[in-house]
C-alpha cells in the first residue's frame, strides 16, 4: 500500500482508518522498533565510554529501557488486538453489516489503555529530556554522545506525531465509529 498518499494530516482526518492503521504500523512502528535497537546500543556505548562523568546517564538508560519494554507490548496490543477491531468496525459500517462486538466490550477500554500508556512514555521523554539539559552533550563529549542524544531527540518528535496522531484522529474517529454503529443497531438499522 502506497502510505504516502495518506501522510498528511487532511488524509488522516478524511481517510479510512485502515489507512490510517497501516500509515501508523508502517512508518512510527517500524521507528520505534529499530530506533529502540539502535538507541539500546548507543547507550550502552556511551555508558561505557562517559558513565562516571556523567551519572545521569545511568538514570536515562534505565527509564529507556523501560520504556522500550513498555512500547514493545503497547505495539503489540495495537497491531494484533486494537487496530484488526477497528478494521473489522470499519469494514462493517462501511458494508453496512452487523458489526461483531469485541470481548473487550467497547473500543473505548482498549483506547483508554493506550491512551494512558501514551502518557507514561510521554512523562519518561520529559524525565529523559530534563536529566540530558534537553539533549546537550557536553562540548568534550564523544561522537556516540551526540549521536545518542540526537537519536533522542528524533525519537521523541516521532513519538510526538505518533501518539498525536493515534490520540487526536484514529481513536476519536474508531470511538464515533462504534457509537454510531450502536446507535444504528438500537435503532433496528443494523
Not at 17 to 35: D, P, Q, S
Not at 114 to 121: A, G, I, Y
Not at 128 to 141: C, F, I, Q, W
Amino acid at each position: 500500500m502506497d502510505t504516502n498518499s495518506h501522510s498528511t494530516p487532511e488524509a488522516h482526518r478524511s481517510g479510512s482508518l485502515r489507512a490510517v492503521m497501516n500509515h501508523i504500523v508502517e512508518k512510527h512502528h517500524t521507528f520505534c522498533r529499530n530506533e529502540v535497537v539502535r538507541l539500546s546500543s548507543l547507550f550502552g556505548e556511551v555508558r561505557a565510554e562517559r558513565g562516571k562523568q556523567n551519572p545521569e546517564l545511568k538514570r536515562m538508560e534505565a527509564l529507556f529501557a523501560a520504556m522500550a519494554k513498555d512500547l514493545h507490548m503497547h505495539l503489540i496490543k495495537e497491531e494484533q488486538t486494537l487496530f484488526p477491531y477497528i478494521a473489522r468496525l470499519e469494514e462493517a459500517v462501511c458494508l453496512g453489516a452487523a458489526v461483531s462486538w469485541p470481548p473487550f466490550g467497547t473500543v473505548e477500554n482498549p483506547i483508554r489503555i493506550m491512551v494512558e500508556e501514551h502518557e507514561q512514555t510521554d512523562r519518561e521523554l520529559k524525565e529523559m529530556r530534563s536529566l540530558s539539559g534537553g539533549y546537550l552533550s557536553p562540548p568534550d563529549a564523544p561522537a556516540c554522545y551526540a549521536a545518542l542524544y540526537e537519536g533522542l531527540r528524533s525519537f521523541e518528535r516521532e513519538m510526538e506525531d505518533h501518539i498525536r496522531l493515534e490520540n487526536e484522529e484514529l481513536f476519536p474517529r474508531a470511538i464515533a465509529m462504534e457509537q454510531d454503529a450502536c446507535a444504528r443497531k438500537a435503532a433496528g438499522q443494523g
